[in-house]
């Protein structure tokens, strides 16, 4: 039968007709908590704004503390730039799960991720990935419990054509890169395992002392999708993910003309 409690939550029911204004509304992503499972982000930056919430993986992989430090190499702050240029008004938490030069663990990304998922957090964008299939599994549980509690994930799909995770579940949106201009535009993908491609080749980013750099990569594209699910989430609070994904679909740029656009 399910969960009793969850099935109590109300479904809205998605117009025949979907259009982009219908989709993103006009609240600019007020009221919509988006983590950012990276690097941190620098406080203060003037692309970024104001960081509502930032914690740390602690060096034992177990404990999550309050972030004093930042971003130790940039990446975080970049995605976040992405998010806020997107949707305005959403609320940033940081949550750092890397440390300087890249580094990280295994441990440390999941620990990351679970906290985030038992926040609550609206939307998770997760600019990263591992490609080591012994933490796939409670990766999955993570993503699923995500799912059930409709918490959206968005997930940059691995820039080489390796096996990693978490962005090949199903119960995540995953994200390729596109090189259109436009941060708005955003394309299906008729032949997933990635599922969409949004803006993510030379792309002004904001980096660390408050500067900007131009970067390539689907960590890019990511939070540009975040940024998008956060503008549909604060329009429509009650979304479940696969109407999230729905939603995506008919009103990606390369959408029939018949679904609505």
Known sequence: MGDAAGSMEPVPVLPSQMSREWAFGSLGGAGVRVAVVD?????GHPVVGEVQQAVAVADDGERVIEDDEGDLCGHG???????RSIAPQCELVSVRVLGAGYTGSGPALLRGLQWAVEEGCDVINMSLS??????????HELADR??????????SAHNMPVESYPWRFSSVISVGS????????????PAPPV???ARGMGVDVAWLGGGTITATGNSFAAPHLSGIVALIRSAHRMLTPVQMK???????NNADADAGR
């Not at 591992?130 to 990766?139: R, V």
């Not at 596109?178 to 993908?189: A, C, G, I, K, Q």
């Open 39 to 43: 690097s941190g982000i620098e406080r």
């Open 77 to 83: 702050t970049a995605c976040a730039g992405i998010i």
């Open 130 to 139: 591992t490609t080591k299939s012994k933490f796939a599994e409670t990766l």
């Open 146 to 155: 995500a799912y059930f509690q409709r918490t959206n994930i968005v997930a």
């Open 178 to 189: 596109h090189d259109r201009e436009d941060p708005l535009t955003y394309f299906v993908n």
């Open 195 to 197: 599922e969409f491609f």
């Open 246 to 252: 729905t939603v995506l679909a008919q009103t990606a």
